[in-house]
Antibody, heavy 128, light 107 residues
Framework: QVHLVQSGAEVKKPGSSVKVSCKASGGTFNNFTINWVRQAPGQGLEWMGGIIPIFTTTNYAQKFQGRVSIIADESTGTASMELSSLRSDDTAVYFC?????????????????????WGQGTLVTVSS | SYELTQPPSVSVSPGQTARITCSADALPKRFASWYQQKPGQAPVLVIYKDSERPSGIPERFSGSSSGTTVTLTISGVQAEDEADYYCQSADSSGTYVFGTGTKVTVL
C-alpha cells in the first residue's frame, strides 16, 4: 500500500518561493495523479493542482495559475510543489494526495476523482 | 467558479444519525467524495463515487446523491466521529473543488 511522506516545515519571507516534496513509500505512484491541497489556519481545504507523473501532465486551479509549479520524478517516486511570490496569506499546511488514475491505450486515462492516500502535511509559514 | 455548499455545523447525540448535505451550484456534477478531518491530522477518505466506502471505513458511514446534492450519513454516531467533514467534486473542466466544510459535534 502506497504511503506519501512529505518534507518538513518551512519558514519563508514574503516574496520568496517554497518547494514542498512528497515521496511515495511502500510502492510507486505510477497508478496515481498526485494532487496538492492546502489548508490555511482555521480554514477549509483548497485544491491547488495536480500532476500525472507518467505523462508529467499538470492542471492547476485558476487561482494559482502562474504562481505554482508541480513536477514529478518517476525514478525517485517524488512529486514536488513550488509556490512563488509568497504572501502572508499563503501561510498554510500543504498536503499531497494521491488520486487513483486508470490508463488505457494511446495515452488515454481516467482520473478517479477521489484523494487517497494523503501525505502528513507540511506547514509553510510566510513571515517577515 | 464551481461551488459546493455545506452547513457549517451539525450536532448529534451519540447513537443518533447525522446527515451532512453538500449542494452544487450547477449541473453537471461529477461523482463526489467525502473526507473526515480531525484536528492536526490529514483528511481521511470516507466515501468516494457518491456512495462507495473504502476498506477500513465503518459501515455506519454511507453516501447518497440526488440531483445536485450529495449527502453523507453517519448512522449510530460515536464520540470518535466528532470531526470536520468535507465534500469534494469536480467541475466540467476537471478542476477539483472542496465543500465549505461541516463541523460535527457529538453532544
Amino acid at each position: 500500500q502506497v504511503h506519501l511522506v512529505q518534507s518538513g516545515a518551512e519558514v519563508k519571507k514574503p516574496g520568496s518561493s517554497v518547494k514542498v516534496s512528497c515521496k511515495a513509500s511502500g510502492g510507486t505512484f505510477n497508478n496515481f495523479t498526485i494532487n496538492w491541497v492546502r489548508q490555511a489556519p482555521g480554514q477549509g481545504l483548497e485544491w491547488m493542482g495536480g500532476i500525472i507523473p507518467i505523462f508529467t501532465t499538470t492542471n492547476y486551479a485558476q487561482k494559482f495559475q502562474g504562481r505554482v509549479s508541480i513536477i514529478a520524478d518517476e525514478s525517485t517516486g517524488t512529486a514536488s510543489m513550488e509556490l512563488s511570490s509568497l504572501r502572508s496569506d499563503d501561510t498554510a499546511v500543504y498536503f499531497c494526495a494521491g488520486e487513483r488514475t486508470y490508463f488505457y491505450g494511446s495515452g488515454s486515462y481516467y482520473r478517479g476523482g477521489w484523494f487517497d492516500p494523503w501525505g502528513q502535511g507540511t506547514l509553510v509559514t510566510v513571515s517577515s | 467558479s464551481y461551488e459546493l455548499t455545506q452547513p457549517p455545523s451539525v450536532s448529534v447525540s451519540p447513537g443518533q444519525t447525522a446527515r451532512i448535505t453538500c449542494s452544487a451550484d450547477a449541473l453537471p456534477k461529477r461523482f463526489a467524495s467525502w473526507y473526515q478531518q480531525k484536528p492536526g491530522q490529514a483528511p481521511v477518505l470516507v466515501i468516494y463515487k457518491d456512495s462507495e466506502r473504502p476498506s477500513g471505513i465503518p459501515e455506519r458511514f454511507s453516501g447518497s446523491s440526488s440531483g445536485t446534492t450529495v449527502t453523507l450519513t453517519i448512522s449510530g454516531v460515536q464520540a470518535e466521529d466528532e470531526a470536520d467533514y468535507y465534500c469534494q467534486s469536480a467541475d466540467s473542466s476537471g478542476t477539483y473543488v472542496f465543500g465549505t466544510g461541516t463541523k460535527v459535534t457529538v453532544l
